[in-house]
């Protein structure tokens, strides 16, 4: 029987992961391509009914115009507000570079993940560029917070790569839901999601490694604390970054019951949001942050159910 490996054998292989499997923003997407040209007419860019928004009873009632208008711009918002946060990702995993001593293999795997995350921003910007849409990205409240994100590293490592996963978890299952249904989305936004999902693999695999790794030998008092803050965050997050903006649906002319409906009222995007979230509580149960409390709250909030069973393994990934 074959141990299970260890977390220098695990960073190591996420390493060669990307040394051996990554992608660049400009020579892996044939942007010029009249295949991936962006038609703001393209009835490809309607939203799938595997997306909250797309699912919803107000969206499909609309004209076909306003669904593919709207859809651009939701695919763009999405975009923008994915670079945003990877921005602040970097930024955080930068700090946190900074003060590791030589010979720590962090040091390897996190700026190889520094470097992808920059392609992801180069990627999406480029999108949001060539779609034609001034989009505004992520809430005023992320905005006016988002200079002091990165410093949380520096003072409680847990949480910022608890947050980290907040961010990562629901766009990596959005797109890998989308990419799954085989939905008739437009060929440009398909091979950015499948180049994203590649190697959003690889991110998640470590923050779950290091959260593994790291909450166990957090102060009990610590433990409980982020216990209940996990499903908080991951609710918040969702509200954050699956979900556009209030300024958004304002430009799009989205009516607010509508945005309430799509967004975790109607049983549909509820379950949506569950789903999101079921890896999440497989690594709470696998890094002791399920307690008969924390698992009330996310009851309460309305983000409990199946938990994903826990595999420790390096990467999960899709063929891009
Ligand atoms: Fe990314
Ligand atoms: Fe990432």
Request: net charge neutral.
């Amino acid at each position: 029987m074959t141990s299970a490996p260890g977390y220098e054998e695990i960073l190591r292989t996420l390493s060669e992961g990307s040394v051996h499997r990554h992608f660049d923003a400009f020579t892996d997407i044939a942007w010029d391509d009249p295949e991936f040209a962006i038609d703001p007419d393209d009835p490809r860019w309607v939203l799938p009914d595997c997306e909250p928004l797309g699912a919803s009873a107000w969206y499909q009632a609309q004209p076909l115009a306003d669904r593919i208008r709207i859809g651009l711009a939701r695919q763009a918002n999405t975009a923008k507000v994915g670079l945003q946060f990877e921005n602040l990702l970097m930024r955080g995993i930068l700090e946190y570079v900074f003060a590791l001593p030589n010979g720590d293999p962090e040091f390897r795997y996190l700026t190889h993940e520094v470097t992808e995350e920059s392609h992801h921003t180069q990627m999406f910007q480029e999108f949001v560029n060539r779609a034609g849409v001034d989009t505004p990205g992520v809430h005023w409240l992320v905005r006016s917070v988002q200079s002091f994100i990165p410093m949380t590293v520096q003072v409680v490592p847990a949480f910022f790569f608890s947050m980290v996963l907040c961010g990562e978890e629901p766009i990596d299952h959005m797109q890998k839901t989308i990419l799954r249904a085989g939905s008739a989305n437009h060929p440009l936004m398909l091979r950015i999601m499948q180049i994203h999902v590649a190697e959003e693999a690889r991110h998640i695999s470590f923050a779950h490694e290091y959260l593994r790794r790291t909450v166990p030998a957090l102060h009990p008092a610590g433990r409980t604390l982020l216990s209940l803050l996990f499903p908080v965050m991951f609710a918040i997050a969702c509200d954050l970054i699956a979900k556009p903006s209030p300024k958004w649906a304002a430009q799009q002319g989205i009516p607010r019951h509508a945005m309430r409906e799509a967004f975790w009222r109607s049983p549909a995007s509820r379950q949506m949001r569950r789903d999101m979230l079921s890896d999440v509580r497989g690594l709470a149960h696998a890094c002791g942050l399920m307690n008969p409390v924390s698992a009330q709250l996310w009851r309460l909030l309305r983000v409990d159910g199946r938990a994903s069973r826990y595999r420790s393994e390096p990467a999960r990934s899709v063929q891009p």
